[in-house]
Each structure stands twice: as C-alpha cells, then as structure tokens.
T-cell receptor, first 117, second 111 residues
Framework: GAGVSQTPSNKVTEKGKYVELRCDPI?????LYWYRQSLGQGPEFLIYFQGTGAADDSGLPNDRFFAVRPEGSVSTLKIQRTERGDSAVYLC???????????????FGPGTRLTVL | QKEVEQDPGPLSVPEGAIVSLNCTYS??????FMWYRQYSRKGPELLMYTYSSGNKEDGRFTAQVDKSSKYISLFIRDSQPSDSATYLCAHIYNQGGKLIFGQGTELSVKP
C-alpha cells in the first residue's frame, strides 16, 4: 500500500518568507509526527498529533512554527518568517492505533528538504 | 548531556565484515529501544526494536540492550554493500510517544 507522502520534496525560499509543508499519512493511521533533521544529525521531534489534536508540541522551537491536522488525516507544518537556521529536512511519520502490544511503529515519509537562502 | 549519544562515524568496512554500532542513553525511563536505517535522501525505516535487556536476532542483525549500563548495540554479520546507510538508534518512553534519536552512524560497506 501507499506509504507516507510529503510535498513538496524540495522547497527553496528566501529569509523572511512563509512556507507550508504537507504530510499525507498512511490511511487509517491515527497518530502523526513531525521531526526535523539537520545535516549529520538524527531527527529531532517537533510535534505529535493523535487524531486532530496536538498531543505533544514540546519540540516546536518557537512561535514561528505551527502545525495543524484539521480532519485527522493530512497535516500541514507552517513556518513563518523563515530563517537560515530553519534549513533542514522535515520528516513526517504516522503510526496505526495502538494495540497494546509492543512498540507502535512509526512509518516515515521521505521528507521535505527546506533551504532558506 | 544529550539523552542519546551515538558514535557518529563514518564507518567504512569491507564486504563480509562484522559491524558493531553503539549508543548510550541517560534516561532510565526509556522503555523501548530501536534501530532505524536511513538510506540517502529517504526517511528512516525500522530495522529492529526491543523492550528488555538481552539480545534479539533477525537474520544478519542482532540488537543488544544492557539496561544496567544504559548501552545498546547493533551487530551486522556478513555485511553487504546494500547495508551502506546511516543507522540511527532511538528510544521511546511509551508506545505512542516521541522518538528520541541518536545522531546516527554513517556506514559504508565496500565490495
């Protein structure tokens, strides 16, 4: 079946501009995660949705970052007044409803490579 | 101190070698331990996960967890060029929570 998809795959923008990154999770997955991965580093958690609501947004670095998931499926990560330090790969992951058995695997998309000039 | 420390590499080995990848963690509340593999310009994919101390095998891969010393390892036997990727250790407090990743070790297996 189809995996997690993210659009665009690449985004180049200028400092100060607004960007939106989109994530389409696997159908039926209730949980959705956003991570940010800088060059040579592991992914860092940004925000986690369970259904439509943000269950944990402790990883959002500042109020320029915002994410929504209005219908409990597609999610959009929004970054205002972009800065050069925002350049990274933004990864989205989704996971199915928990069954109480073991680790609830997070399935990752290919990421959106954001470059802020 | 970072919650998860991982040898950054890069690591280069000849085909057929045994590879050892290691991580240490600081928070004893972590419950699940996993290894993800990430090919260039792709998202991470789960290789293995474990809950308890001890070894877990899957084909050429063995994951080892020592909760008393807060140390986890991934061993790859008979390494292949197709194993060339970045390997990420990760931990989680509970089933539905956020993953805490190490910085990744870039592995290159030369034919």
């Amino acid at each position: 079946g189809a995996g997690v998809s993210q659009t665009p795959s690449n985004k180049v923008t200028e400092k100060g501009k607004y960007v939106e990154l989109r994530c389409d999770p696997i159908s039926g997955h209730t949980a959705l995660y956003w991570y940010r991965q800088s060059l040579g580093q592991g992914p860092e958690f940004l925000i986690y949705f369970q259904g439509t609501g943000a269950a944990d947004d402790s990883g959002l670095p500042n109020d320029r970052f915002f994410a929504v998931r209005p219908e409990g499926s597609v999610s959009t990560l929004k970054i205002q007044r972009t800065e050069r330090g925002d350049s990274a790969v933004y990864l989205c992951a989704s996971s199915p409803p928990g069954g109480g058995k073991g680790y609830n695997e997070q399935f990752f998309g290919p990421g959106t490579r954001l470059t802020v000039l | 101190q970072k919650e998860v420390e991982q040898d950054p590499g890069p690591l280069s080995v000849p085909e057929g070698a045994i590879v050892s990848l290691n991580c240490t963690y600081s928070n004893s509340a972590f419950q699940y331990f996993m290894w993800y593999r990430q090919y260039s310009r792709k998202g991470p994919e789960l290789l293995m996960y474990t809950y308890s101390s001890g070894n877990k095998e899957d084909g050429r891969f063995t994951a080892q967890v020592d909760k008393s010393s807060k140390y986890i390892s991934l061993f790859i036997r008979d390494s292949q060029p197709s194993d060339s990727a970045t390997y990420l250790c990760a931990h989680i407090y509970n089933q539905g929570g956020k993953l805490i990743f190490g910085q990744g070790t870039e592995l290159s297996v030369k034919p």
